[in-house]
């Protein structure tokens, strides 16, 4: 299997986890199959759209459909089998899977703004920030849901750092971007998946104090 | 009256329509004139300009403004003549108004999508939903209203159906657009229209249960 | 000091005055330091970008970062010296430099629209209020507060009005452009400082009545 077909895969499956995670996330708000769809595929592509408007390029589903097929497809699914994905170990591989999606978009996100020499350095670590994280949030205003941005959850640092990472490699080693990118993908998912395995959230120095409960 | 024109009158009373009821929707939130105005052209041309960036072509209503004008001036209207829009007989002929624009702008804007040869079959039938529901998605979530997707109204699913059904129509009938754009807007506002008539919603089993009352 | 560079620097003090004062708007809802700086730059950026993406020219931030990195820096020293900054005269002045800011940006997004020769005359006008208010109402929905559209503050009329005064006056003295830039950032200014001072409302006559409390 050659990189760009491991990719690939890998991106289809974490367009699915993004579906699958969306539908769980909203599923107690009694939505419909047909809102469900939509906030299904608005969570996998959206974040990805909205970096491409900033880019000024085609969004990346349109020239190929199966990112699109693919969250149709998981969300339905999602919204059969909603009892099957909130089982403990099912929920808790979604989860990783997500943090695998939000890893790889956000670090994709960034290659893809650095190659297009876009605002560097601080326009590939934002575009891959919205890349990542942007779906979720838009999910979650049309939703009425707390975003994460309004959490201390360690969702978006990690991508933060992983892209800020991979701008820092760049700049040093600006040959070996396809050993970077495998090694800021890694190593965000690492920083994510260590947040989920030991509950880590941001220290509450960190955060402001919260008069709304 | 040639068909381009016919369109054209029917586009500038959808607009009205749409800007009339946004005005009605938002009404009971204590919004001042201003505000009215601008939610009621978000509502009204919101859609569209959300589906000519993502195509990357200049917004619609640029060129021609009397998209804005109209939504300016139904908006105003409404504010002031409030008392009469919610009279039952007046509100139910919005109703359809709106159900009609809601119809015309989807199936144009799907129309629009295929002949620019975006994204077929999928990316039509996305983006005719967007021109539909967008506008009026962004004026709820602005306003703190639950908006469309999180209720089982029949409302997006008529026109998601009839997009689709334009899609396998042109691929028959390549050579019959007019007739097809024709016959796929009766079509989705008759769906729309019997939801309003006969107070029809999405069936309880496909809609997830809700927890938040 | 020339005009640009006037204009330039007074354009940095008002980016950090729209992220001192998102910070402080924020502050009480429990977010955490990278959802401060989020906020913080998107609430001084977003208007501008969302401005540029409908004009389809590249975000203004994508060329000098400053903006960006002023953001940023602005979010973070309000975020630890948020003490400082709600100290009622440090506070007010923070007003009145956001209300500068409104000013500045709002006129100059409706002269970059009309030196684009793009849908004079309400396009400049209403992609003006779009730079003056978009960052703002970006961070309202995110953060789930009620955003300036939904209360009776005079803020996004002072620069509704002066960029249609802007509209006028170029009309009859095209060649005063810079005069004409002057004058009405000024004028808006003064109508927003006004507000400020004696706490000017939009009256109830122009207000629909809540029901929402």
Redesign the interface.
Known sequence: MTMTSATYWLAIIATMAFAVTAVLA???????????M??G?MTAVGGG?VRD??L?V??F???D?VF??VAIAASLVA?VA?SLFTQPQVFTLMLYLDGLGAALFGIQGAMKTYEMN??WP??PV?LG?ITAIGGG?LRD????R??L??T?ELY??PV?LGCLLLMVGLHFYPQEAVEMLIACTVITFLMRAAAIHWDLK?PAF???????G
């Open positions: 909203i599923a107690d708000r009694g939505v419909d199959i047909f809102g469900v939509v906030l595929v759209t408007l900033i000024n085609q969004p589903w349109v020239a459909l699109i097929r919204f909603r876009f605002g601080l326009a934002i920030i949030i205003v049309i939703a009425g707390k975003n941005l309004m201390t978006a640092i933060a941001v960190l955060v402001t104090h919260s008069k709304t």
